[in-house]
């Protein structure tokens, strides 16, 4: 079972910045080969999509966070970022890790994103 180290999240002012990121220690030379994700789910909302990258490094956005949001991979630390700027109230949610390849897929536990003023 792959575990996931979150952090970064926390409560920022509409307009402010946060950076997620998780790691994957236990992962070793597999993280190069997984595609990993960042998810959102709001209360009362179903998980979605925030951003994913390969292992090319192609990126894939939400299209509500495209443009404010970065994904990126760092393979020698087995971990993946989330640069989010610009956060708006809707942005809170918790956010979670993710791992796929084929037919595997691991989720982290999540971190609180909370966008009040």
């Known amino acids: 079972q792959v575990q996931f180290v979150e952090s970064g999240g926390g409560l920022v002012q509409p307009g402010g910045s946060l950076t997620l990121a998780c790691a994957a220690p236990?992962?070793?030379?597999?993280?190069?080969?997984?595609?990993m994700g960042w998810y959102r789910q709001a209360p009362g909302k179903q998980r979605e999509l925030v951003a994913t990258?390969?292992?090319?490094?192609?990126?894939n956005y939400a299209g509500s966070v495209k443009g404010r949001f970065t994904i990126s991979r760092d393979n020698a630390k087995n971990t993946v970022y989330l640069q989010m700027n610009n956060l708006q109230n809707e942005d809170t949610a918790v956010y979670l890790c993710?791992?796929?390849?084929?037919?595997?897929?691991?989720w982290g536990q999540g971190t609180q994103v909370t966008v009040s003023s």
């Open positions: 236990g992962m070793g030379i597999w993280f190069n080969m997984y595609t």
């Open positions: 993710n791992a796929y390849r084929n037919s595997a897929q691991y």
């Open positions: 990258i390969t292992t090319g490094g192609t990126t």
